[in-house]
């Protein structure tokens, strides 16, 4: 997928590319890749941008992934959805946070510590 076709591309793929993306960002922690991570980060970001653009922000698609069995889905989903779901996408942060035997325990950690200090301020 590159970024410039996401305006033509439906809604429901962009949201299972939230998903592809999250799955093989959690695989690159396995390796320390991290410059396939940050290429996915990226890619990631742009779609949050578009869904985000798309009327009604179209993120609200993307909250069901909450639920997704792949911890690193759930957290990019949480960190992504904190404006237009406050509480459900904190309490899923906060529910990872407590996992101190995977890697995305101590990014939600941070992620809950910068939400608090008034660093991280969702859009």
Do not use: C
């Not at 320390?32 to 798309?54: G, H, M, P, Q, S």
């Not at 989903?77 to 890697?103: C, N, Y």
């Amino acid at each position: 997928m590159t970024f410039t076709n996401l305006k033509a591309i439906a809604t429901e793929k962009l949201v299972a590319r939230v998903a592809e993306i999250g799955e093989a960002q959690d695989e690159t922690t396995l390796y320390d890749d991290v410059d396939t991570y940050n290429r996915l980060f990226d890619e990631e970001d742009a779609i949050l941008e578009e869904l985000k653009a798309r009327a009604g922000d179209q993120r609200h698609a993307l909250l069901p992934l909450l639920d997704h069995p792949n911890i690193q889905v759930r957290l990019n989903v949480a960190k992504s959805t904190l404006a237009i779901a406050p509480q459900a996408a904190r309490r899923e942060i906060e529910a990872i946070a407590k996992r101190v035997d995977v890697p995305q325990g101590g990014d939600a950690g941070m992620a809950l510590w910068a939400l608090d200090e008034g660093i991280f301020k969702p859009e």
